[in-house]
């Protein structure tokens, strides 16, 4: 665990919900210490210019909204949580959720060392197991090697920390070697640093192995740089409208079985806790699929898939929720650098380093993961869901200002969340409004 900085601002932000716009931005501004010309850069975002130097071919920018999540105790830290994404719900959840975790102190966690994987195929090899020893006997000269990469990773503390060498005996065409070389990234999620010195190892690896080296890229089933969250909430937080707390914690608990025996269940489930992860990655100029990527074969390493979460009780009677999962997340390099909201999406969380990024994103994993089951375990998905969901289907009606709420209102009312529901009372109220002079 990482010993944070204290905030002396509140994550706790009652009413925020119900704040316009301009206000919600004008309280994170000031809860952040932001200055005029950030919250300036809110409205102005990402430029077309800058868009078209990250990637190629660009012809537009394509927005999705930017929410806050509050009340998040990550550490003894208070954090305002950005995040990015289109599907209702997710950030009033982990909103919801990090308030009942904080009756029991919010959230713990703790990360490994941002240690990343590279692979090296080595295939053409006359004896196989010959040239995994010798690999594991020049481990010195290759990690004495692999450090004159780059010399600024080494400077900060990070560079090669070990190598693993695995024989595949059994493939589609035949046995291959796999060196694993283990690099530190530090700050960085690592991806250009890893390749860089895969690539600069090929010619020794080939030497010692007599072989010939086919693939180098790093892996994304980043098992050596793990980050963990954990939360104890009392039964007593747990109770709300006709749900008794002891009641609900049980059904949180049945839910996790659920997706800890099925495969089936363990995709949504999972897709939940990925709900939030995501929305965070993104927000911060993370890559995002190899988050995802990483998570699901995480899930499954045991050779079933299976929930990346735990739930279960303490002595207390609590509620307690685990999370581990890879998070291999940074904060230099590529467009957690380049893109401007990404920049202030850091500073609105006061991140000071990768490994600190990593606990709040598996904190709000653990927080979104606890949203979904506990609606699915009492009210069902839908209630919360489809008022957020008709406000959108009111909009794709073609309905503007006050008629979303009216129309949303109704649709709810009705149980009737529908794209044609909502565009007959478009067309309904349109009919009694007089016609424009």
């Given at each position: 665990?990482?010993a944070?900085?204290?905030?002396?601002t509140?994550?706790?932000l009652?009413g925020f919900?119900?704040k316009?716009q301009?206000?919600?931005?004008?309280?994170i501004?000031?809860?952040?210490?932001l200055?005029?010309?950030?919250l300036?850069?809110?409205?102005?975002?990402l430029?077309p210019?800058?868009?078209?130097?990250?990637?190629?071919?660009?012809?537009?920018l394509?927005?999705?909204p930017f929410?806050?999540?509050?009340?998040?105790?990550?550490?003894n830290?208070?954090?305002?949580?950005p995040?990015v994404?289109?599907?209702p719900?997710v950030?009033?959840?982990?909103?919801?959720?990090a308030?009942?975790?904080r009756e029991?102190g919010?959230?713990?966690?703790?990360?490994d060392e941002?240690v990343m994987?590279?692979q090296?195929?080595?295939?053409?090899?006359?004896?196989?197991?010959a040239a995994?020893?010798?690999l594991?006997?020049?481990?010195a000269r290759?990690?004495?090697f692999v450090a004159?990469t780059?010399?600024?990773i080494?400077?900060?503390?990070?560079g090669?920390?070990?190598?693993?060498?695995?024989?595949?005996?059994?493939?589609p065409?035949?046995?291959?070697?796999?060196?694993?070389?283990?690099y530190?990234?530090?700050?960085?999620?690592g991806a250009n640093?890893?390749?860089?010195?895969?690539?600069a190892?090929?010619?020794?690896?080939e030497e010692?192995t007599g072989?010939?080296?086919?693939?180098?890229?790093?892996s994304?089933?980043?098992d050596?740089?793990l980050?963990?969250?954990?939360?104890?909430i009392?039964a007593?937080?747990?109770?709300?409208?006709?749900f008794?707390?002891?009641?609900v914690?049980?059904?949180?608990?049945?839910?996790?079985?659920f997706a800890?025996?099925?495969?089936?269940?363990?995709?949504?489930?999972n897709?939940?806790?990925?709900?939030?992860v995501?929305?965070?990655?993104?927000?911060t100029?993370?890559d995002?699929?190899?988050?995802?990527?990483g998570?699901?074969?995480?899930?499954?390493?045991?050779?079933r898939?299976?929930?990346l979460?735990q739930?279960?009780?303490?002595?207390?009677g609590?509620?307690?929720?685990t999370?581990?999962?890879p998070m291999?997340v940074?904060?230099?390099?590529?467009?957690?650098?380049?893109?401007p909201?990404?920049?202030?999406?850091?500073?609105?969380?006061?991140?000071q380093s990768?490994?600190?990024?990593?606990?709040?994103i598996?904190?709000v994993?653990?927080?979104?993961?606890?949203?979904?089951?506990?609606a699915l375990a009492?009210?069902?998905i839908?209630?919360?869901h489809?008022?957020?969901h008709?406000r959108?289907l009111?909009?794709?009606?073609g309905?503007?200002?006050?008629?979303i709420?009216q129309?949303?209102?109704?649709?709810?009312r009705?149980?009737?969340?529908?794209?044609?529901?909502?565009?007959?009372?478009v067309?309904?109220?349109?009919?009694?409004?007089?016609?424009?002079?």
């Amino acid at each position: 665990m990482l010993a944070w900085q204290i905030m002396t601002t509140s994550s706790r932000l009652p009413g925020f919900y119900n704040k316009t716009q301009s206000e919600r931005l004008q309280a994170i501004g000031e809860q952040a210490g932001l200055t005029p010309e950030e919250l300036a850069a809110f409205s102005a975002g990402l430029s077309p210019d800058g868009a078209d130097h990250m990637i190629e071919n660009v012809v537009c920018l394509y927005s999705l909204p930017f929410g806050i999540a509050t009340n998040f105790r990550v550490n003894n830290k208070e954090v305002l949580v950005p995040m990015v994404i289109e599907e209702p719900s997710v950030v009033a959840g982990a909103s919801l959720a990090a308030r009942l975790a904080r009756e029991g102190g919010g959230y713990v966690a703790s990360s490994d060392e941002p240690v990343m994987i590279a692979q090296m195929q080595i295939l053409d090899l006359v004896n196989p197991h010959a040239a995994r020893l010798a690999l594991l006997a020049h481990k010195a000269r290759i990690l004495e090697f692999v450090a004159t990469t780059d010399p600024v990773i080494i400077k900060l503390g990070g560079g090669p920390r070990d190598i693993d060498v695995r024989l595949i005996e059994d493939s589609p065409i035949g046995p291959m070697v796999v060196l694993h070389l283990l690099y530190d990234c530090r700050d960085a999620m690592g991806a250009n640093t890893v390749n860089t010195a895969a690539e600069a190892l090929r010619p020794m690896v080939e030497e010692i192995t007599g072989g010939r080296v086919a693939l180098r890229i790093l892996s994304n089933l980043a098992d050596h740089r793990l980050a963990r969250a954990t939360c104890a909430i009392p039964a007593s937080a747990l109770a709300f409208d006709q749900f008794d707390g002891e009641d609900v914690r049980d059904r949180i608990i049945e839910a996790y079985a659920f997706a800890a025996a099925d495969p089936y269940r363990a995709a949504t489930h999972n897709k939940g806790i990925m709900n939030g992860v995501d929305a965070v990655v993104i927000v911060t100029g993370n890559d995002w699929r190899a988050i995802e990527a990483g998570a699901h074969a995480y899930a499954a390493r045991s050779g079933r898939y299976t929930s990346l979460s735990q739930w279960g009780k303490d002595s207390k009677g609590n509620l307690v929720g685990t999370l581990e999962m890879p998070m291999a997340v940074g904060i230099v390099g590529g467009a957690t650098k380049v893109h401007p909201t990404a920049r202030l999406a850091l500073k609105i969380m006061s991140i000071q380093s990768a490994r600190e990024l990593a606990e709040v994103i598996v904190s709000v994993g653990l927080a979104q993961n606890f949203a979904a089951i506990r609606a699915l375990a009492t009210e069902g998905i839908q209630r919360g869901h489809m008022s957020l969901h008709a406000r959108q289907l009111a909009m794709a009606a073609g309905a503007t200002g006050d008629l979303i709420e009216q129309i949303s209102a109704q649709m709810v009312r009705e149980k009737q969340v529908r794209l044609d529901r909502a565009q007959a009372l478009v067309e309904e109220i349109k009919s009694y409004l007089p016609e424009e002079s």
